[in-house]
C-alpha cells in the first residue's frame, strides 16, 4: 500500500487516518512488541477492513469479539467497525446461562452473528474435552467457539484446533490493499454492543455507534486538555474505551496487559514515561500497596466505582503534585463529568461530588430524584428496547446551587426503616472520612419479625485504630455524623469489602450474605 489511507467518514478509524497524515511518525500505541505509529495504525486498520470485505464481511454484519484489550483488539476492532459491521463484546467470564441469553438477545435484535474474534489460544482448547474442562475451571466460557456457522478471525498464532478456514487477523493487518476508494462504514450504524455489568437473567446490550464513540472521545479528551497540552501525552491503561479518547486526540496508548499485574503495571508505567493513567479505586489501591508510582505521572484518572476519600488521601501523600480526575460516567453515556481529587475529598461529609455536567450534557431529576442524561454521545438504544432519548442512570442525585451533580446513591440499593428511606450513597463517603476507616459499606438485611429492614454498617479498617478503639469511636462520631434514622443496627468490621466485576465495585449482595453468617 502506497502512503497513508484516505479514509472518508466520521469515526475513529477516520480520526486516526488523520493524525496519521498530519503527524505520521508521532507513537499511537506502545506495548511490549514496540511502537506502532500512527500511520502503521492507520496503514493496519485499513488493510484489514480490505481484508475482511475481500473474505466476505460487509456492513450490518455482527461480529462476536473476545480479544483483550490491546494492539490486536484495536485494529481488528477498528477495522470492523470500518467496514460497518458491528462489534459485540463477548465476556467468556459471563457463564453459560447468562452468555446463551445475551446471545439470544444479539440475534433477536441485531443480526445473528457471521463471524467470532478471538484470541488463537481460547480457539484451541475449547476444540478439546480437556482444554473446555480446563476453561470452565477458569471460570471461562464461550458456547459461539463450538458454533458450526460462525467464521473465524483469530489473533495470535495457528494452534491446533483452528478450523481449516480460520482468518489470521495478522495477515490482513500486513497485506497490502488500495483502500483509497473503499467506503467508510456509516457514523450513524451500530458499531459496537456492550453489556453492562450484573448477572440477571435479562441482560441489557447498550448499543454505540462510531458517531457517539467517538463524540465521547472527544469529550474526554477536552475536559482533560488532551488536545492543549504542552508536551507528548502517553496514558498507561487496559482500558480500551479510555484509549479511544487518547487516540482521537492523537496521543499515546501504552497497553497494560490483562490480567493487570500491580508491579508489572508500575514498571511499565516507569518504563514507557507514562503521563497519564486510569485505574478504578481497588486497582489503585493494589498499586499503592505493591510500589512507588513515578512522579513523572502527571494525571491520574480515576473511574467505573464510587472513589473512597481514604484511596484519594493515599494518592495525593504519593504524588502531591499530580492531577486528580474522578469521571463519572455510564456505560451508556461516557464521560458525563469529571472533577479534581480535591474538590471531591473537601465535599464528602456532603455526598459524592461528581462535578459540573460536560459541555453539551444536560442533566435533570425525576420526580423521585433520579438523574437524567441526555447528549451527544449518549448510545443509540438498547438490543430489545429501542432507542435511548434520556438515560435513566439508576443513580440518586441532586444538584446543588453551583449546577454541580452530587450522588446520593444508587435507587435500587434503597432501604426502607419503617416511613424512612435510606439511600447508603448519601452517607457512605461521610462515614469513609472518619478517621480509621478505608471504606464504608451500607446494607440492608431483611428483618424476618418485621417488614423493614435491619441497617448494616461493614468497615474496612485502614489500620491506623484498634478494631475496638474504631468500634467506640463510630458508636460516638456517627450520631454527629449522619441522620439519626440513618444509624446502623450493627457494625462489622472486615479485612476487605467484596467486589464484583472488573469494574470492582462493591458486591453488596455478597457484602449482604457475609454480615447474614454473622448475625448475632
Request: aromatic share 4%.
Amino acid at each position: 500500500m502506497n502512503g497513508t489511507p484516505n479514509t472518508a467518514g466520521t469515526g475513529l478509524a477516520a480520526r486516526i487516518a488523520d493524525h496519521a497524515r498530519r503527524t505520521p511518525d508521532a507513537a499511537a500505541l506502545l506495548d511490549a512488541h514496540g511502537t506502532l505509529t500512527y500511520a502503521q495504525l492507520a496503514r493496519h486498520v485499513a488493510a484489514t477492513a480490505s481484508g475482511l470485505r475481500a473474505a466476505g464481511m460487509s456492513a450490518g454484519d455482527t461480529v462476536m469479539f473476545a480479544v483483550r484489550p490491546g494492539r490486536d483488539a484495536l485494529v481488528l476492532g477498528l477495522a470492523v467497525m470500518t467496514v460497518g459491521a458491528a462489534v459485540v463484546v463477548a465476556d467468556p467470564g459471563a457463564g453459560a446461562e447468562l452468555d446463551a441469553a445475551r446471545g439470544r438477545l444479539v440475534t433477536e435484535r441485531l443480526a445473528a452473528p457471521r463471524w467470532l474474534a478471538a484470541e488463537s489460544w481460547l480457539c484451541a482448547l475449547a476444540a478439546r474435552t480437556t482444554g473446555r474442562t480446563l476453561l470452565r475451571r477458569l471460570g471461562l466460557n464461550l458456547p459461539a467457539f463450538a458454533d458450526p456457522t460462525l467464521r473465524l478471525l483469530h489473533t495470535g498464532p495457528r494452534l491446533p484446533g483452528l478450523p481449516p478456514d480460520a482468518i489470521p487477523a495478522a495477515t490482513l493487518a500486513h497485506t497490502p490493499a488500495d483502500t483509497a476508494s473503499a467506503p467508510a462504514g456509516d457514523p450513524d450504524r451500530p458499531a459496537l454492543v456492550v453489556f453492562t455489568s450484573g448477572t440477571t437473567a435479562r441482560p441489557r446490550a447498550v448499543v454505540h455507534s462510531q458517531a457517539t464513540l467517538l463524540a465521547g472521545a472527544d469529550l474526554l479528551g477536552e475536559s482533560l486538555g488532551l488536545t492543549a497540552a504542552p508536551a507528548p501525552v502517553v496514558v498507561h491503561s487496559e482500558q480500551l474505551m479510555i484509549a479511544f479518547a487518547f487516540l482521537a486526540a492523537g496521543a499515546t496508548w501504552s497497553t497494560a496487559p490483562l490480567p493487570v499485574r500491580p508491579k508489572r503495571f508500575l514498571r511499565d508505567l516507569r518504563r514507557r514515561g507514562a503521563t497519564h493513567t486510569f485505574a478504578t479505586p481497588a486497582s489503585l489501591a493494589r498499586l499503592l500497596d505493591a510500589g512507588h508510582l513515578p512522579h513523572t505521572l502527571g494525571t491520574v484518572l480515576l473511574g467505573a466505582a464510587p472513589v473512597p476519600p481514604p484511596i484519594l488521601r493515599r494518592l495525593r501523600e504519593a504524588l502531591p503534585s499530580a492531577r486528580v480526575a474522578v469521571i463519572y460516567g455510564a456505560t451508556e453515556m461516557l464521560p458525563i463529568a469529571v472533577t479534581g481529587g480535591e474538590e471531591k475529598l473537601h465535599h464528602a461529609p456532603h455526598g459524592d461530588l461528581a462535578g459540573h455536567p460536560l459541555p453539551g450534557v444536560t442533566a435533570r431529576l425525576n420526580d423521585e430524584g433520579e438523574l437524567l442524561l441526555r447528549g451527544a454521545h449518549l448510545a443509540i438504544g438498547y438490543l430489545g428496547d429501542g432507542p435511548i432519548d434520556e438515560l435513566n442512570t439508576g443513580d440518586r442525585a441532586r444538584i446543588d446551587a453551583e449546577g454541580r451533580i452530587v450522588l446520593l446513591g444508587r435507587t435500587k440499593d434503597m432501604l426502607i426503616r419503617g416511613s424512612f428511606n435510606l439511600y447508603p450513597g448519601l452517607y457512605e463517603p461521610a462515614i469513609a472520612a472518619l478517621p480509621g476507616i478505608a471504606e464504608a459499606v451500607i446494607v440492608g438485611v431483611p428483618d424476618p419479625h418485621t417488614a423493614d429492614e435491619a441497617v448494616v454498617l461493614a468497615v474496612c479498617p485502614d489500620g491506623s485504630l484498634p478494631e475496638a478503639e474504631l468500634l467506640r469511636s463510630l458508636q460516638r462520631r456517627l450520631p454527629r455524623t449522619i441522620d439519626h434514622a440513618a444509624l446502623p443496627d450493627r457494625i462489622h468490621c472486615l479485612p476487605a469489602i467484596p467486589r464484583r466485576g472488573r469494574t470492582e465495585k462493591p458486591d453488596r449482595g455478597r457484602l449482604r450474605e457475609l454480615v447474614m453468617k454473622e448475625a448475632p
